[in-house]
């Protein structure tokens, strides 16, 4: 998706959490573009001489690249790592990309969109384009795994299939960073993404918003993790955290800005019994939610956990689609509604489908008439004949048509 936008004069943002791979992409994409024959140069802003120099502003960057013969050969790619750490990012990116698109392609990343929004001014507009980097999905763990696995199409070997609910449990209960996936033994795994916590979550985050009652906003990350997957009451949350209602709405929105959570709100078709307005809680990383929350790793795979890596999946493979959940007064509920156009996709979660109540899916099939509703569940009921398919989670799920 990123190289179609290489020989345009648009600049490629990355933006997502810390160490979910966007360094290893700038690098990849620079050994490909050498490769090719390309000039492409890396700047690395934690190199804090390289921030000096970029701070200075545009022409001090050109000289520093004229005089290192780095413009020498042609049309310069010119990646740049954590451009959040410039002090005005947006005018020496806007001078670059208008007045010197000719001989520099700009492509660069950072650790947040909320801090790249608050850094990046309106003069950008019409000239990035961005990508969101998220956690690894359950495809790309499986690459990183050197599984040779084609999802695209139906697995119907039983060994195969075995292998994969193992697998998709080990990805569910430990999520999707990369350092994660790679390590083999749980203590690692384990003081590696302790380390992601600390650094970013704990560090970072709380230094970007200037939040100064580190010990509530803690309570408030603790509090968030052990309710994922579940329905959200910010007045109650804002109650058992001791902070006010508009202090716990700033951080949540802070949090949803820099990739640690989403939240997801109700589907209504407008009918009476659909009043819910509570938002349900979502992690976009299952690993981090756990450390948070119990400070180890599950080791049985729960509902809510299941839920929350479905979730996640649909995030990561359904960028068009509108995530909704379903719930009435008298407690009928589906974890997802997809909607896309005018289709609705109704995705219902279990660990095993024979613990399936189908009453919930029937009520909102007869009401808004899906062409098609989902169970994704590990385990299957094969004695079961309904409308609804089961499916496991890592099968793909159709999008709506538009």
Request: hydrophobic share 40%; aromatic share 10%; with cysteine.
């Amino acid at each position: 998706m990123i190289r179609r936008y290489l020989n345009t004069p648009d600049i490629i943002v990355l933006h997502g959490a810390r160490q979910v791979g966007k360094t290893s992409i700038l690098k990849m994409l620079q050994a490909e573009l050498s490769q090719s024959g390309k000039a492409a140069s890396f700047i690395d802003l934690e190199d804090l001489r390289m921030l000096e120099l970029l701070d200075r502003g545009a022409d001090a960057l050109l000289a520093y690249l004229d005089e290192t013969g780095q413009l020498k050969r042609g049309k310069l790619f010119l990646l740049v790592d954590e451009i959040q750490y410039l002090k005005n990012p947006s005018n020496i990116l806007k001078l670059l990309r208008d007045h010197h698109a000719d001989k520099i392609k700009l492509i660069v990343s950072g650790s947040s969109s909320f801090d790249i929004k608050s850094k990046f001014k309106d003069s950008l507009a019409g000239r990035t384009v961005n990508f969101e980097i998220m956690p690894l999905s359950f495809r790309e763990f499986l690459r990183f795994r050197e599984m040779d696995v084609d999802l695209d199409h139906p697995i119907t070997a039983a060994p195969l299939i075995e292998k994969l609910k193992l697998l998709f449990q080990e990805f569910a209960l430990y999520g999707g960073y990369p350092r994660v996936v790679l390590e083999k033994e749980i203590e690692a795994r384990t003081t590696y993404l302790s380390q992601v916590i600390a650094a970013y979550i704990h560090k970072d985050i709380r230094d970007l918003a200037n939040i100064r009652d580190v010990e509530k906003f803690n309570k408030l990350l603790v509090t968030l993790a052990s309710q994922c997957s579940q329905m959200m009451n910010v007045s109650e949350l804002a109650n058992t955290v001791r902070l006010s209602r508009s202090t716990v709405e700033q951080y949540l929105f802070l949090l949803e800005s820099t990739y640690v959570i989403r939240l997801v709100r109700p589907f209504s078709g407008n009918i009476r019994s659909e009043l819910f307005k509570m938002p349900k809680i979502f992690f976009l990383d299952t690993g981090v939610a756990q450390l948070l929350w119990l400070k180890t790793f599950q080791q049985t795979l729960l509902g809510n956990v299941l839920e929350n890596a479905v979730y996640c999946e649909l995030f990561k493979n359904h960028p068009q689609a509108e995530i909704r959940y379903w719930r009435t007064q008298d407690g009928k509920e589906i974890d997802f509604i997809l909607r896309q156009g005018q289709d609705l996709l109704p995705v219902e979660t279990k660990v095993s489908g024979h613990r399936l109540n189908l009453t919930a899916m029937h009520y909102f099939r007869n009401h808004y008439h899906p062409k098609k509703s989902y169970c994704m569940a590990l385990e299957h009921d094969a004695t079961r004949r309904d409308e609804t398919t089961f499916k496991y989670p890592w099968e793909l799920i159709c999008e709506p048509k538009k």
